[in-house]
């Protein structure tokens, strides 16, 4: 028996407690936080602001919009509710609060276990101030799922994702948004205007935050903002039909009907249709140009645009397009390109390229900090990664005229300013020193100015949004000036013209997103384009124009769901001379424009003042006490036999602290006895980089058998004894169990390259009971238990250090490009002694839109006695498919064939090789063969081979020889597989393959359900 057990543990892997995972990104966790806490009668901000007026200013931020949100939820926060923030978006990446893995284009995250609010602070005070009034909506949300009657947080299933997040951006926004009723817009202009339904189904082509917002503005505009509160209860309670119906009297259908008339009827009456056309061509002329053409950057000379795009359909990537042709000459940057980079910034960044047109400087995730890169453009490789200590992360550089200089918007402390860097001293210069934001900096030709967008007029004149103007900076006096017009309208993105004469820049100041030229000498602007829809990038200030020195300009158009690029000369485009005071939103009101009950939500955003008295907030010490985030059960159930009674069933606990540094996970399980009980603790460490954990824990393995045989039995009748006949029917129930403590350390070195390493010790031991069944004539007559003498227990040790990499990115249903590799030693001590090496890699070429993959694997176990154990096995799923066990047990006995027997089959150690070509089947239009919204499938072309052998095997590849002198060879096999993604996270995998080596058939039927490679 206890040979048995040591194979089977050996057998299925007997790994370090707490083992991280095979493969997976990291999240890098490069410097801790020294966060304090600052309470406010509703709020508990934890941050790190080394001023602390900055914290106070956000937290009196945070009570004007709860304010607002009160007002409308009727809602009351009784405890403090937390908010951690990060003094910038490479920070927030690096939360332990929220699990997984934070893009760059996540604003903030609230989590409903413990109601945090976690955010970075942002370049400018508008962009901080949505992202804090966004999430601030999604805590009332969970408050009220959690404390409303005959709610939970369970109910959040009965909310679709669009009323959600599109509340929390009409609560935030309000009516009155340029950047959702451009959105709007386009659906009428390309007649995909659509229902509610669509909303639920299509979430990829219905954004549920543009769509959600309008949704609401709607609702909101018809029947009040009263009917905000009892229209999510009601719908989190009974769902969205019967919400419709019992509170508004309408149903799905009609009020998509609705919805479209409002914005149809306004539109029509405004010509939107017969608006003006898109100045220019089209300037890609790629057969897959991407939906997303972002961030343009054109050469000084006009030759080349290097520019953002998901062309490739897994990440967003920078691409050099060649203008005279309008093909993209190459990819410049990727995450799987360089695998020191975490992420690209693709928000409301762009690239700048040198005066010769050689290189280009753009910024990238390194380290957890945004900061500049500069691009060898014809190689492609990173020249110079520019690591400035005196910000917290860049944005938007701009190269000099000259080439000796980097000018770009530095964010330090959650104030962002203007910064020159000197390329040729390696130092950096600040150029602003006040409250005002300043970003998107880019220079006059003659190297004298520096133009930029700030909120400077909007803070000097106390608006209550923080819209953003232009302002001028004098590189020699320091001295700024101040373009105050179209009051109340964002105007951003600001170019010089290349005589220096004017300034190009965009402006929403009409309602929709226009380009206009602003005459420095006079004064005079002139609006260029009326477009229907809008020039612009991903969120309202992302940079969409850029010039060359002969008067080039690329702008970004967003038309039938895309972002465009059209470029034309500056000499195309028509003047019309407007107002600096001609400011006229109508256009950018959400549907009913004309009509609006919503009196609360706009009255309010414009602006509830709070005043908190200076006694109000309060520093305290940062307590890490920990809380119960989650508790989840499977069940319970008791039962009773003659053997005893029996209960089942088992509880999960989360614990962390506030922040995330600190998690402990707790499982209690029971099935069976008391006996059969098993739990585990595990605490894990990621405060710093170095992640650490420990792991104790206490497994019963159950296992039996059943014997029937002859006996007789001792029976008293009438006073006299006798021995009666009997069958015994005899149930051996055992349990081996194993109490184990182990440690992982996890050492990230970037988001795709880690070290692990891991150490446990498990003690092993028996217990066994026989239970037994007297039958006479088939009636049972007796039943006996005994405890049985079991064998002694025993010990195991294991450890191992791996060195792990992985930038891959995931298709339908498998990795689709990028690599994977795991390089790991380890060992076992005690009962087994022996060593262990695994070699794992794995690499995937994109071809749009089919994936050659290969994988090169090795698993070994040396010295000790590693050849005494159970062997390794070529046919295990996942390896070389069709000599698996369930295909071939039956094929195996009788060969005749030694490369396809167990002898060839089995050993201590294993090479495997596999090849595919995976064809996307059914899913996304964009990237599979089939356009499908359900089912993920990819279609798979596989080739793999694999050899098993003991330490002292002779290898040959030479079948014949090999059987003759009992070598090992190789085997081989080949077919064709479908891959379906279940639930997204299941992967079935049903094959057909043609085992090379094999005789007795053509071809098996097999079935994975395991990960793809």
């Known amino acids: 028996m206890k040979k048995t057990w040591l194979l089977l543990l050996v057998l299925f892997g007997v790994l370090p407690s707490g083992q991280a995972q095979y493969f997976g990104k990291n999240k890098v966790r490069y410097t801790p936080f020294d966060f304090r806490v600052l309470l406010s009668p509703h709020?508990?901000?934890?941050?790190?602001?080394?001023?602390?007026?900055?914290?106070?200013?956000?937290?009196?931020?945070?009570?004007?919009?709860?304010?607002?949100?009160?007002?409308?939820?009727?809602?009351?926060?009784?405890?403090?509710?937390?908010?951690?923030?990060?003094?910038?978006?490479?920070?927030?990446?690096?939360?332990?609060?929220?699990?997984?893995?934070?893009?760059?284009?996540?604003?903030?995250?609230?989590?409903?276990?413990?109601?945090?609010?976690?955010?970075?602070?942002?370049?400018?005070?508008?962009?901080?101030?949505?992202?804090?009034?966004?999430?601030?909506?999604?805590?009332?949300?969970?408050h009220i799922l959690k404390n409303e009657d005959n709610l939970s947080l369970q109910s959040i299933q009965n909310l679709p994702l669009w009323m959600v997040e599109g509340l929390a951006e009409y609560l935030s926004i309000g009516r009155i948004d340029p950047h959702t009723a451009l959105w709007m817009r386009d659906t009428y202009m390309h007649d995909y205007f659509p229902t509610l339904d669509d909303l639920d189904r299509k979430p990829h082509i219905y954004f549920p935050y543009r769509y959600g917002q309008s949704f609401w503005a709607l609702l909101a505009g018809l029947w009040g903002d009263e009917i905000i509160r009892p229209f999510f209860v009601y719908t989190a309670r009974y769902g969205l039909d019967a919400a419709l119906k019992d509170l508004l009297s309408t149903d799905r259908q009609a009020f998509s009907k609705l919805w479209k008339e409002?914005?149809?009827?306004?539109?029509?009456?405004?010509?939107?249709?017969?608006?003006q056309k898109p100045v220019g061509d089209t300037l890609l002329r790629d057969k897959h140009p991407g939906k997303m053409q972002l961030s343009p950057s054109l050469s000084p000379d006009g030759r080349y645009l290097a520019y953002l795009s998901e062309r490739d359909l897994f990440s967003i990537d920078l691409f050099l397009v060649d203008m005279q042709s309008g093909r993209v000459v190459r990819r410049l940057l990727s995450t799987d390109k360089e695998g020191h980079i975490d992420a690209l910034s693709y928000l409301e960044t762009a690239g700048s390229w040198s005066p010769d047109g050689q290189q280009l400087a753009f910024v990238a995730y390194i380290k957890g900090k945004p900061q500049p890169?500069?691009?060898?453009?014809?190689?492609?490789?990173?020249?110079?990664?520019?690591?400035?200590?005196?910000?917290?992360?860049?944005?938007?550089?701009?190269?000099?005229?000259?080439?000796?200089?980097?000018?770009?918007?530095?964010?330090?402390?959650?104030?962002?300013?203007?910064y020159v860097y000197d390329l040729q001293n390696k130092e950096l210069r600040q150029l602003t020193h006040d409250a005002a934001a300043q970003i998107q900096p880019a220079w006059s030709p003659d190297g004298r100015l520096l133009v930029f967008a700030t909120d400077a007029v909007?803070?000097?004149?106390?608006?209550?949004?923080?819209?953003?103007?232009?302002?001028?900076?004098?590189?020699?006096?320091?001295?700024?000036?101040?373009?105050?017009?179209?009051?109340?309208?964002?105007?951003?993105?600001?170019?010089?013209?290349?005589?220096?004469?004017?300034?190009?820049?965009?402006?929403?100041?009409?309602?929709?997103?226009?380009?206009?030229?602003?005459?420095?000498?006079?004064?005079?602007?002139?609006?260029?384009?009326?477009?229907?829809?809008?020039?612009?990038?991903?969120?309202?200030?992302?940079?969409?124009?850029?010039?060359?020195?002969?008067?080039?300009?690329?702008?970004?158009?967003?038309?039938?769901?895309?972002?465009?690029?059209?470029?034309?000369?500056?000499?195309?485009?028509?003047?019309?001379?407007?107002?600096?005071?001609?400011?006229?939103?109508?256009?950018?009101?959400?549907?009913?424009?004309?009509?609006?009950?919503?009196?609360?939500?706009?009255?309010?955003i414009a602006r509830l003042a709070v005043a908190l008295p200076a006694d109000s907030l309060h520093a305290q010490p940062l307590r890490r006490r920990f809380q119960l985030g989650y508790i989840g059960n499977t069940g319970i159930g008791i039962g009773t036999s003659r053997w005893g009674t029996g209960i089942a069933g088992g509880v999960v606990m989360l614990f962390s602290d506030i922040l995330g540094d600190h998690q402990l996970f707790a499982s209690l399980g029971l099935n069976g006895t008391l006996l059969d009980a098993g739990a585990s603790v595990f605490y894990l460490n990621q405060r710093?980089?170095?992640?650490?954990?420990?792991?104790?824990?206490?497994?019963?393995?159950?296992?039996?058998?059943?014997?029937?045989?002859?006996?007789?039995?001792?029976?008293?009748?009438?006073?006299?004894?006798?021995?009666?006949?009997?069958?015994?029917?005899?149930?051996?129930?055992?349990?081996?169990?194993?109490?184990?403590?182990?440690?992982?350390?996890?050492?990230?070195?970037?988001?795709?390259?880690?070290?692990?390493?891991?150490?446990?010790?498990?003690?092993?031991?028996?217990?066994?009971?026989?239970?037994?069944?007297?039958?006479?004539?088939?009636?049972?007559?007796?039943?006996?238990?005994?405890?049985?003498?079991?064998?002694?227990?025993?010990?195991?040790?294991?450890?191992?250090?791996?060195?792990?990499?992985?930038?891959?990115?995931?298709?339908?249903?498998?990795?689709?490009?990028?690599?994977?590799?795991?390089?790991?030693?380890?060992?076992?001590?005690?009962?087994?002694?022996?060593?262990?090496?695994?070699?794992?890699?794995?690499?995937?070429?994109?071809?749009?839109?089919?994936?050659?993959?290969?994988?090169?694997?090795?698993?070994?176990?040396?010295?000790?006695?590693?050849?005494?154990?159970?062997?390794?096995?070529?046919?295990?799923?996942?390896?070389?498919?069709?000599?698996?066990?369930?295909?071939?047990?039956?094929?195996l006995s009788g060969s005749s064939n030694y490369a396809a027997s167990i002898d060839n089959l089995y050993g201590s150690r294993l090479a495997v090789f596999n090849a595919e070509w995976r064809i996307p089947l059914l899913g996304p239009r964009s990237y599979a063969l089939l356009g499908s919204n359900f089912l993920p499938a990819e279609l798979n072309l596989f080739f793999d081979g694999g050899m098993a052998w003991n330490e002292g095997s002779r290898w040959t590849i030479d079948e014949k020889e090999a059987s003759q002198k009992r070598a090992r060879v190789p085997v081989w096999s080949t077919g064709i597989s479908i891959r379906f993604a279940l639930f997204g996270q299941i992967v079935l995998e049903p094959y057909y393959a043609f085992a090379l080596q094999r005789n007795d058939i053509t071809g098996t039927f097999g079935f994975n359900l395991l990960p793809a490679w």
Request: charged fraction near 20%; aromatic fraction near 16%.
């Open 458 to 604: 909007a803070l000097q004149k106390g608006y209550a949004k923080a819209n953003l103007n232009i302002g001028i900076y004098d590189v020699e006096s320091g001295k700024i000036h101040q373009l105050d017009f179209f009051a109340g309208a964002d105007n951003l993105n600001p170019l010089f013209t290349p005589d220096g004469r004017s300034i190009l820049f965009l402006s929403d100041r009409d309602g929709f997103r226009n380009l206009y030229r602003y005459h420095i000498a006079s004064g005079r602007i002139e609006q260029l384009t009326h477009l229907p829809t809008g020039i612009t990038g991903v969120t309202a200030l992302s940079p969409a124009i850029t010039i060359d020195s002969q008067g080039q300009l690329v702008y970004i158009y967003y038309e039938n769901k895309s972002y465009r690029l059209y470029r034309a000369h500056l000499s195309d485009f028509t003047a019309q001379e407007v107002s600096p005071s001609a400011v006229d939103l109508t256009a950018a009101t959400l549907a009913p424009v004309f009509i609006n009950k919503s009196k609360i939500v706009n009255r309010l």
């Open 688 to 891: 710093r980089r170095l992640n650490w954990g420990v792991q104790i824990s206490h497994i019963p393995y159950r296992f039996g058998n059943v014997g029937i045989f002859a006996d007789t039995l001792a029976v008293v009748v009438n006073g006299q004894k006798s021995l009666l006949p009997v069958d015994v029917v005899q149930y051996d129930l055992g349990r081996l169990f194993e109490e184990k403590i182990g440690g992982l350390l996890a050492y990230p070195l970037s988001r795709s390259l880690r070290w692990e390493a891991g150490i446990s010790y498990a003690r092993y031991h028996y217990n066994l009971q026989r239970f037994k069944t007297y039958y006479y004539f088939g009636q049972a007559i007796a039943q006996s238990k005994e405890q049985v003498k079991t064998p002694p227990g025993f010990q195991l040790y294991s450890g191992y250090l791996a060195y792990v990499g992985d930038n891959s990115f995931y298709g339908l249903a498998s990795p689709a490009r990028g690599w994977r590799y795991r390089f790991e030693w380890g060992f076992n001590a005690g009962e087994f002694e022996y060593q262990s090496a695994l070699l794992d890699y794995r690499r995937y070429w994109f071809v749009r839109p089919f994936t050659f993959a290969i994988r090169a694997y090795h698993l070994g176990r040396y010295g000790g006695n590693s050849q005494s154990i159970t062997p390794l096995y070529l046919g295990f799923p996942g390896l070389v498919r069709g000599y698996d066990n369930i295909a071939y047990q039956n094929y």
């Open 262 to 275: 409002y914005y149809h009827e306004y539109y029509a009456s405004i010509g939107l249709k017969q608006g």
């Open 43 to 142: 709020f508990e901000l934890y941050h790190y602001l080394k001023d602390s007026s900055r914290a106070a200013e956000f937290l009196q931020s945070a009570e004007q919009w709860y304010a607002i949100h009160q007002a409308v939820f009727a809602d009351t926060f009784h405890q403090p509710n937390p908010i951690i923030l990060y003094n910038h978006h490479g920070d927030f990446q690096q939360t332990g609060a929220i699990s997984g893995l934070i893009d760059v284009g996540t604003g903030g995250v609230t989590e409903g276990l413990k109601n945090r609010v976690v955010m970075p602070l942002m370049f400018t005070r508008q962009e901080t101030e949505h992202v804090l009034g966004h999430e601030l909506v999604h805590a009332f949300q969970y």
């Open 373 to 418: 890169i500069i691009i060898d453009v014809q190689s492609g490789k990173i020249k110079t990664r520019i690591a400035l200590q005196e910000v917290e992360a860049a944005n938007h550089p701009a190269w000099s005229p000259d080439g000796r200089f980097l000018a770009l918007s530095g964010l330090r402390q959650g104030q962002s300013d203007l």
